[in-house]
C-alpha cells in the first residue's frame, strides 16, 4: 500500500516552482519536497549545447537514481538516506505573498482535512513534491510514471530570463555554478522548448496550451500564461491539490 502521494511540479527554469513547492509544504500537513536538481549528474558529465555546459536537459540527470528514490519514497513516506540536498541550499526569492493569504489557506486545507472523513493525507499518508524543470517531456517518461499528481507553471522566455539572470548562482556538487553571459538564449530555453514544444499549439510554448495533450497526460497547466503574481499561483495550486487528492481516495 503506497505511503505517499507523489505531486509533481514542473515548469521552466525561474516560472517558481522551488518557491511554490516551499509554499505548499508550509500550508498542507505532513509535506516533504524533493528537489529534480539534487540528480544532476557531476559537471564533467554534462553535455553541451552551443558550447556550453548544459544542466538544462535530461542527459545532465541521474533519472535511474531519482526512479529509485520516487519508489523509495512512495514505498516508505519518507526521503531516503543517501538523498544529500544540495537544491535547498541555494537562494529563493522573495515569493510576495501576504502572510494573512497563506494563514487563510492553511486554515482551510485544515478545515478539509477535518471534514474529509478518510485517510488523504496525514502522518501515514505523506505528500511529497517533486519541484524541477523537466518532468512530463518524453525523455523523462520513467519519472513522469511514479508521479500521481501533476501540475506545471508557466513563464515567457521574457520574464524567465529576467528571474534567471537575477540569480547569483546554484550550488552544486562541486562547489558552485553561475551562468555565463546568454545562458538562457543559448541553453536554457531551447532546452526548455525542445522538450515542452508537444504540450502547446504549434510548438509555440509561449503560446496557447495544448489540451489534448496535457489532458493525455493529466497535467494540470497553471491558468494566466505564467502572468500570474504568487498568490494567484497559490491559490490555483491549493485547490488544484485538494481536488487531486480527493479523486485519489474516492
Known sequence: MPTSTIL????????GKTTLARLLRSIFPHTLILHEDDFYRPEEQLPFRNGLRDWDCAAALDILSMVKALNYIREKGQLPDWLDSKEDKNEVGEHGVPEEAIMELKRKVERWVE????????????????????????????????????MMLR???????????????YVTLEGFWEDP???????????????????????????????E??????????????EWDMTRVLEWAVDAVIKSLELRSS
Open 181 to 211: 553571459p546568454d545562458y538562457v538564449e543559448k541553453v536554457v530555453w531551447p532546452g526548455y522548448v525542445e522538450e515542452h514544444a508537444f504540450m502547446f499549439e504549434g510548438g509555440d510554448v509561449d503560446g496557447k496550451v495544448g489540451h
Open 8 to 15: 509533481g511540479l514542473s515548469g521552466p527554469s525561474s516560472s
Open 115 to 150: 471534514g474529509l472523513g478518510r485517510p488523504t493525507i496525514g502522518e501515514y499518508k505523506k505528500l511529497v513534491v517533486l519541484d524541477g524543470f523537466l518532468l512530463f517531456g518524453e525523455s523523462m517518461k520513467e519519472v513522469r510514471e511514479c508521479i500521481d499528481v501533476r
Open 213 to 226: 495533450v496535457v489532458e493525455r497526460l493529466g497535467v494540470q497547466v497553471c491558468p494566466g500564461e505564467g
Open 155 to 169: 513563464a515567457k522566455f521574457a520574464k524567465a530570463k529576467e528571474r534567471r539572470e537575477k540569480r547569483s548562482g
